[in-house]
């Protein structure tokens, strides 16, 4: 059974359309969602969260139907946002705990999984400072850490590389790929630049004014003709 079913699936605010059509099938492993600023990617990602409604076509995970299992489907689901979604007077193990509460963990166990996603992510002793004080390579890792806290069987990863420099976008990259290929946790990366893609993914979603425009495996898509 594929992890993901996205049928003919459109999105309209009012005369403007997100997702035009959009179907395809995903069944594992690590899959990139590219495409410039506007293309549906994040509109694509919280249609398949349940945060947005389609007006018209079906989506599908795990089995599950979108909106009617929602809340079943969201507990599988992790999910780094693109803009920033945390705490500044909180620390980061006081922000993930509490992440882990809304997943229904008890106090004990959020935090003991809080200090496990935080020591992999590479935190160290800043996991005590309130977020405030934190970089923007820092805050990104928070946010991963925060997707990574129930132990999700899909991971949602929009444009995590946001804002990084060359160093931290390298980092951040690697932490993805050694939980996608040796971990073997599902990935949907979204992102404009096809090198955070290829660095990743096995195969890619092109995406363009909402539509799907190319799909199939990176070297396909990739090579030389």
């Known amino acids: 059974m594929p992890l993901v079913e996205i049928e003919n699936v459109a999105v309209r605010y009012g005369d403007l359309t997100a997702l035009d059509g959009v179907s395809c099938v995903i069944d594992s492993g690590a899959v990139g969602l590219l495409g410039p600023n506007g293309a549906g990617k994040t509109t694509l990602l919280k249609t398949l969260l349940g945060f947005v409604r389609p007006t018209s076509g079906s989506v599908g995970l795990f089995g599950l139907r979108q909106p009617g299992d929602k809340r079943a489907i969201r ?35 959020a935090m003991e999984r809080a200090h496990e996603v935080l020591n992999y992510v590479g935190m160290g002793e800043s996991r005590y400072r309130k977020m405030g004080t934190y970089s923007t390579g820092m805050l990104q890792r928070v946010k991963f850490a925060q997707a990574l806290i129930h132990d999700p069987k899909l991971l949602l990863l929009d444009e995590p590389t946001n804002c990084l420099d060359p160093d931290g976008r390298i980092e951040m990259l690697e932490l993805i790929r050694e939980l996608a290929h040796k971990r073997q946790v599902a990935t949907i990366l979204s992102s404009h630049l096809m090198p955070d893609v290829q660095h990743v993914c096995d195969q890619v979603i092109v ?18 003709r």
């Open 75 to 109: 507990q599988r689901l992790g999910y780094m946002p693109e803009a920033q979604a945390v705490e500044p007077r909180c620390s980061a193990v006081g922000f993930l705990t509490y992440c882990g509460s809304l997943f229904g963990m008890r106090r004990t166990d």
């Open 207 to 224: 995406l363009s004014k909402g539509a799907v425009v190319r799909q199939g495996r990176i070297e396909d898509i990739t090579a030389v």
